[in-house]
């Protein structure tokens, strides 16, 4: 089945620490995506990839780093500089990146200890 | 199993027709019902819905939430080009703050 998969479902992080949240789509799509969902409000555009070894910065990449070294996976770590880390992250994926259906992982929750 | 389903999956009109989206859902202790519209990158949120039976509009956008059907409706009116775009439902549950997705319906809206 094809598809986009998340983990870990529930991530709990100590304070100082940081923890990678995984993305992995076999889709066969170029793009992905990394938003951030707060209670009450919208998405929120972290960091996105067009293409494989290539990525930007969306509306609050502050305190978050990715990678794209396959096109498969598009892990986003969450560093210790990111004051507010407890949020619903989810992934997407499309085939291009020019206004193409997203298509959506379950997402993780993120905890602060 | 958790799922929304959104209808139809694209739509074509002409400028000045009213459009009616539908999102239903089977979720485990529904928490809230979120609407947003896709156009380039980052979807755009557009409303919220938690109580049945409440409106809530913007501009020409409308929509409704019906609890016991299990649905939402987003209503455009006098449809532009702009509004071209994928509308997006979303749904979140209380028990393990899912958030599930619907697959979009594509509206194109022609001159």
């Known amino acids: 089945d094809g598809g986009i998969t998340q983990s870990p479902k529930y991530l709990f992080r100590k304070e100082g620490q940081n923890v990678t949240l995984s993305c992995e789509q076999n889709?066969?799509?170029?793009?992905m995506y990394w938003y951030r969902q707060d209670p009450g409000q919208g998405l929120r555009l972290i960091y996105y990839?067009?293409?494989?070894?290539?990525?930007q910065k969306g509306d609050i990449a502050e305190g978050y780093s990715v990678s794209r070294e396959k096109k498969e996976s598009f892990p986003l770590t969450v560093t210790s500089a990111q004051k507010n880390p407890t949020a619903f992250y989810l992934c997407?994926?499309?085939?291009?990146?020019?206004?193409?259906?997203?298509?959506f992982g379950p997402g993780t929750r993120l905890l602060v200890l | 199993e958790d799922k929304v389903v959104q209808s139809p999956l694209s739509l074509v009109v002409h400028e000045g027709d009213t459009v009616t989206l539908n999102c239903s859902y089977e979720?485990?202790?529904?928490?809230?019902l979120l609407w947003y519209k896709q156009e380039k990158k980052a979807p755009t949120f557009l409303f919220m819905l938690?109580?049945?039976?409440i409106e809530k509009k913007s501009g020409r956008l409308s929509s409704i939430l019906d609890k016991k059907e299990l649905s939402s409706i987003l209503n455009i009116t006098a449809t532009q080009t702009g509004d071209s775009a994928i509308y997006l439902c979303?749904?979140?549950?209380?028990?393990?703050?899912?958030?599930?997705f619907g697959a979009g319906t594509r509206l194109t809206v022609k001159p």
């Open positions: 997407a994926s499309s085939i291009g990146h020019r206004g193409e259906t997203q298509y």
């Open positions: 889709l066969n799509h170029d793009a």
């Open positions: 990839s067009q293409i494989v070894n290539d990525f």
């Open positions: 979720v485990t202790n529904f928490r809230s």
């Open positions: 938690t109580s049945s039976g």
């Open positions: 979303a749904v979140e549950a209380y028990n393990n703050n899912d958030m599930r």
